[in-house]
């Protein structure tokens, strides 16, 4: 069965920043392009990164660029998001998933885990 495991989600003033995990469990982890995706109240979840098999590729979401930054461990089986320069609009929950493959139309593979909460709030 895979399982994902969000960690990391907290309350953060604005222009903090926060560093949020995501282990995988019953996948071959290295095997798979991960991205992490965030669903604010009352709207649709959007990914905001992706990064590829050997971590030597990233992507991200406009809003998100030149703060926020992906990264992971293969040995761990875990993906990283590290949000610096938080804005309120980032409050949302945060989860991670595989994707079909490394590309920018890839979608979620799996079902989804519980997510992390951030919340950006002075």
């Known amino acids: 069965q895979v399982q994902f495991m969000e960690s990391g989600g907290a309350l953060v003033q604005p222009g903090g920043s926060l560093r949020l995990a995501c282990t995988a469990s019953?996948?071959?982890?290295?095997?798979?392009?991960m991205s992490w995706y965030r669903q604010a109240p009352g709207k649709e979840r959007v990914r905001v990164a992706r990064?590829?098999?050997?971590?030597?590729?990233?992507n991200y979401a406009d809003s998100v660029k030149g703060r926020f930054t992906i990264s992971r461990d293969n040995a761990k089986n875990t993906v990283y998001l590290q949000m610096n320069s938080l804005k309120s609009e980032d409050t949302a929950v945060y989860s991670c998933?595989?994707?079909?493959?490394?590309?920018?139309?890839?979608?979620?593979?799996?079902?989804w885990g519980q997510g992390t909460l951030v919340t950006v709030s002075s």
């Open positions: 019953g996948i071959k982890f290295d095997d798979y392009a």
């Open positions: 998933n595989a994707l079909t493959y490394w590309g920018p139309t890839a979608n979620a593979l799996y079902a």
């Open positions: 990064i590829n098999r050997t971590g030597g590729s990233t």
